[in-house]
């Protein structure tokens, strides 16, 4: 059974950066591919990135276009999300998702959530 952890969380301020990591454990084959989803107080929860197995398809959404950045390091079975330029709106619990596939299924529920890790972002 895949279990994730996310960390790296805590309070950082607008206009600067933070970087999670997401640790995938437990599954023993390989070509999965993870994703970053977040949910804000009252709100529904959002996609933020994705990377494939071999890290070279990355899809992001439209809220963190071009401050995000989601790459792969596959010796740890890790994944980062490199968040610059931070805006208020960036608070929210940050959470990993596993899919079985190569290429993240956006269209498909992940079956498979880490814990939650959250993100503050001040003024």
């Known amino acids: 059974q895949v279990h994730l952890e996310e960390t790296g969380g805590g309070m950082v301020e607008v206009g600067g950066s933070l970087t999670l990591s997401c640790t995938a454990s437990?599954?023993?084959?390989?070509?999965?591919?993870l994703a970053w989803f977040r949910q804000a107080p009252g709100k529904e929860r959002e996609f933020v990135a994705a990377?494939?197995?071999?890290?070279?398809?990355?899809d992001y959404g439209d809220s963190v276009k071009g401050r995000f950045t989601i790459s792969r390091g596959y010796a740890e079975n890790r994944m980062y999300l490199h968040m610059s330029s931070v805006k208020l709106e960036d608070t929210a619990v940050y959470y990993c998702?596993?899919?079985?596939?190569?290429?993240?299924?956006?269209?498909?529920?992940?079956?498979?959530w880490g814990q939650g890790i959250q993100v503050t972002v001040s003024s």
């Open positions: 437990g599954y023993t084959s390989t070509n999965y591919a």
């Open positions: 990377a494939s197995w071999t890290g070279r398809n990355t």
């Open positions: 998702a596993f899919d079985q596939v190569p290429v993240f299924r956006l269209w498909v529920p992940p079956g498979t």
